[in-house]
C-alpha cells in the first residue's frame, strides 16, 4: 500500500529572511449569505477510527455541494503566510522579468508566469489577475524561474511536498474510503514522482475600478469547474469567492481562519461517472469595505497522473447508487493529461469574451460549461 506521509510534528521550512513579512488584510464586516460547509479536522486522520468518521463527513459534505474546508493540516500560519509572502514579492517583480518565464498556455502548458489581462472577459475588458505557477520539484518539470523563487526554493519545495503527502494524501485515501475501494486506489493515481499537472500557484487578482465592476456586473471570472482532482485554497480574507449551490444559488465562501478550502474538479467526476460532482465556483467583486484591495492568493491545484484515463473506477458505492453506467458526460478515451492541456489551451483562445461563452468544447467532443 502506498504510504500517506503522517507528520508527527509541524514541518520546518527555512528560505531567505529579507523578505518582508506579509500580514493578512481584515475581513469583510460586512454578513454575507454564506455556504454551509462541512469542515474536516485532519487531527483525527490517525486516531483510532477516525479516517472512517473523517469520511463519513465528507460523503455528507459532497452529498450537498462539494466544497469543504479542512483544519489542523500540519502547516502554522506563519509557514502559510511565508507563501503569500514569497508571491507577493514575485508579482512586484518588473513586467519585462516575469514575462521571461511566461507559461506556454496557448499549447496546454500552465507552469511559470500567466500575465495580466491575457483574456477578455467582456467586450474591451480583460481579466485582472496574475498567476505564477511552480510544478512537482521533479527532474521532469526542471524549469528557470525568478531569483526570488530560486533563493527560496528549499522553504517552497518543503511546503508543496508535505501538502502533497501530509494533506492531499490524506484527501484521497478519504475519497477511496467513500468509494469503499482500497485505501491506496487514489494515492497510486497522484504519485508525485509521475508526471502530472499538480502545482503551486500564486495568484493576484488586482482590484477593479467601479466603472468596470458596473460593466462586469461585479463577476469577475464566470462560473466554472477545475480541470484536476481537487484545489486546495489557503484562507484568503479577502471575500470573492462564490459557490453555485444544487439549487442554482451562489453563495459567498467564508475565510475561517486556519483553514484550507478545497473543492472537487473535473477528474473526479469523471471517474465516478458524476457521482463527485466538479464544483461549480466564481470570483466576484469583493464588498464595499474591501473592494479597493488586491487580493493574494495561495493554493495548490491536485491532478492525476497524465497517462490516467478518465474511465469510471468500478466500486460497490457507484453500483448501488446507479452510476455504474457510462454516460454521455464521460471521458473515456481522453487521458487525464490531455484533459488538463486542453482546457489551458482553450481558456486562451481570442474567439469571443468569457462572458458570451456558455459551453466550450475541449477535446474530442468532450465540453466545458460555463456559468452565470
Not at 6 to 35: C, N, R, S
Not at 169 to 193: C, I, N, S
Not at 220 to 249: C, I, M, N, Y
Not at 284 to 302: N, S
Amino acid at each position: 500500500m502506498a504510504a500517506v506521509a503522517t507528520p508527527t510534528a509541524t514541518p520546518t521550512f527555512q528560505g531567505k529572511t529579507d523578505i518582508p513579512a506579509y500580514h493578512q488584510v481584515p475581513e469583510t464586516k460586512y454578513e454575507l449569505d454564506w455556504a454551509d460547509l462541512v469542515t474536516l479536522d485532519l487531527s483525527q486522520f490517525d486516531q483510532p477510527g477516525g479516517k472512517q468518521r473523517l469520511a463519513a463527513q465528507l460523503f455528507e459534505a459532497i452529498q450537498k455541494i462539494g466544497f469543504f474546508y479542512i483544519i489542523n493540516f500540519g502547516l502554522t500560519q506563519e509557514q502559510v503566510d511565508r507563501q503569500f509572502a514569497i508571491g507577493k514579492e514575485v508579482f512586484q517583480l518588473p513586467t519585462e522579468e516575469k514575462l521571461k518565464y511566461r507559461a506556454d498556455l496557448e499549447h496546454g502548458g500552465y507552469n511559470g508566469y500567466k500575465p495580466l489581462g491575457l483574456r477578455e472577459v467582456k467586450p474591451g475588458i480583460f481579466d485582472n489577475t496574475e498567476i505564477y505557477n511552480i510544478p512537482k520539484f521533479i527532474p521532469a518539470f526542471e524549469q528557470p524561474h525568478p531569483e526570488v523563487i530560486n533563493a527560496n526554493r528549499t522553504e517552497i519545495e518543503a511546503f508543496a511536498r508535505h501538502i502533497h503527502d501530509g494533506v492531499v494524501g490524506k484527501l484521497l485515501v478519504l475519497f477511496a474510503l467513500v468509494l469503499e475501494l482500497p485505501e491506496d486506489f487514489f494515492l497510486q493515481r497522484h504519485r508525485y514522482e509521475e508526471k502530472s499537472d499538480c502545482h503551486l500557484r500564486y495568484m493576484k487578482y488586482h482590484h477593479r475600478t467601479p466603472e468596470q465592476n458596473r460593466v462586469l456586473e461585479n463577476v469577475w471570472v464566470k462560473g466554472h469547474t477545475d480541470f484536476g482532482s481537487l484545489t486546495l485554497l489557503f484562507r484568503q480574507p479577502v471575500a470573492a469567492l462564490q459557490v453555485r449551490t444544487p439549487e442554482g444559488r451562489w453563495k459567498w465562501v467564508k475565510p475561517y481562519p486556519g483553514s484550507i478550502t478545497v473543492n472537487l474538479a473535473d477528474s473526479l467526476e469523471f471517474l465516478t461517472n458524476g457521482f463527485l460532482k466538479s464544483s461549480i465556483h466564481r470570483v466576484v467583486a469583493p464588498p464595499a469595505d474591501q473592494v479597493g484591495i488586491d487580493r493574494l492568493g495561495v493554493l495548490y491545484f491536485v491532478r492525476p497522473e497524465d497517462s490516467l484515463e478518465l474511465r469510471p473506477v468500478a466500486s460497490r458505492v457507484l453500483e448501488r447508487l446507479g452510476y455504474d453506467k457510462t454516460t454521455d458526460n464521460s471521458a473515456v478515451g481522453i487521458t487525464a493529461g490531455e484533459w488538463v492541456k486542453a482546457r489551458v489551451a482553450r481558456g486562451v483562445t481570442k474567439d469571443k469574451p468569457r462572458s458570451d461563452v456558455a459551453e466550450q468544447e475541449i477535446i474530442r467532443g468532450k465540453a466545458a460549461k460555463y456559468y452565470d
